[in-house]
T-cell receptor
């Protein structure tokens, strides 16, 4: 049973567009929701993270929107660039516990 | 800033052989996690250690074992290797209830 469901599996967006990646979870004990960016052959790198006491967090061009009642959260990338092409994983954990990953979204930004 | 160091970066073994992967966490981090990522897959949690004691166990095969040493480095031992063990193995570390940081991974190829 996938504890963190992520969609879409792949996404192609024109440069400057706003890709949106969605995730949903079931376990209400989760209280930490990070997003990781992974380039081929590299380790996942923490991009941005949110706790459920806020509905939105923005860091540079990356924004997380969080809907606690719906148990959903999403990543928006503003003014996307070809260099943003990577696999993005949403994740969830209870603070300090192991991280459970979504299946990942392969994002390709067209130049 | 110091990151999580993994060695070796690449390893080729034959079926039924044994492999050992090493992980050096970020200095002063007390928790180490091991993940396995198959081609095109999301990282799957294997095992974790807190203060040199096993703290959680995931989908780690019985053929695999791990430990954390007094200097906080950790080793993942894999025996009777199978073709399906070919994957990218990540180590991650954290300090208590803080952000988890991943290493660059160790590529294991079983032939």
């Amino acid at each position: 049973q996938q504890q963190v469901k992520q969609s879409p599996q792949s996404l192609i967006v024109q440069k400057g567009g706003i890709p949106i990646i969605n995730c949903a979870y079931e376990n209400t004990a989760f209280d930490y929701f990070p997003w990781y960016q992974q380039f081929p052959g590299k380790g996942p790198a923490l991009l941005i993270a949110i706790r459920p006491d806020v509905s939105e967090k923005k860091e540079g061009r990356f924004t997380i929107s969080f809907n606690k009642s719906a148990k959903q959260f999403s990543l928006h990338i503003m003014d996307s660039q070809p260099g943003d092409s990577a696999t993005y994983f949403c994740a969830a954990s209870s603070w300090g516990d192991k991280i459970i990953f979504g299946k990942g979204t392969r994002l390709h930004i067209l130049p | 800033a110091a990151g999580v160091i993994q060695s070796p970066r690449h390893l080729i073994k034959e079926k039924r052989e044994t492999a050992t992967l090493k992980c050096y966490p970020i200095p002063r981090h007390d928790t180490v996690y091991w993940y396995q990522q198959g081609p095109g897959q999301d990282p799957q949690f294997l095992i974790s250690f807190y203060e040199k004691m096993q703290s959680d166990k995931g989908s780690i095969p019985d053929r695999f074992s791990a430990q954390q040493f007094s200097d906080y480095h950790s080793e993942l031992n894999m025996s009777s290797l199978e073709l399906g063990d070919s994957a990218l193995y990540f180590c991650a570390s954290s300090l208590g209830e803080s952000t988890i940081y991943f290493g660059e991974g160790s590529w294991l190829t079983v032939v």
